[in-house]
């Protein structure tokens, strides 16, 4: 992803993020290693391969997080939800 002002942009899937998933990004950079992560819903799995936004190391999935090995940071459950269902990416020549 690139920084575009206020927001990232993921060049390759052609996706723009919103002002408040960039802030969201931010604060994972920021505050990811220290996260107070609260389990909402046990027993849901979003499945799927995902990817440090700092490090781009494979994300391991958890009940509360998806941790990062590499760099020791949490990903809220929360921010996969906001990308699934809010930021379409450009793959394989259509909007996924
Ligand atoms: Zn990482």
């Known amino acids: ?3 575009d002002g206020e927001i990232f ?3 390759k899937g052609r996706m723009p993020t919103s ?5 969201r990004l931010r604060e994972y950079e920021e505050k ?4 107070v992560l ?3 819903n046990r027993s849901f799995r979003f ?3 995902w990817f440090c936004p700092c ?3 494979r994300l391991e999935e958890q009940e509360a997080s998806f941790f990062c090995n590499q760099c020791g940071r949490h990903l809220e459950r929360k921010i996969i939800y906001f990308l699934v269902e809010f930021h379409p990416h450009w793959t ?3 909007w996924r």
């Open 9 to 11: 942009t993921c060049v």
């Open 1 to 3: 992803m690139a920084e």
């Open 47 to 49: 499945g799927g391969l």
């Open 32 to 35: 990811g290693r220290n996260a």
């Open 55 to 57: 490090c781009a190391s």
């Open 92 to 94: 394989n020549n259509a």
């Open 38 to 40: 609260s389990v909402s």
């Open 19 to 23: 002002i408040d998933l960039a802030r």
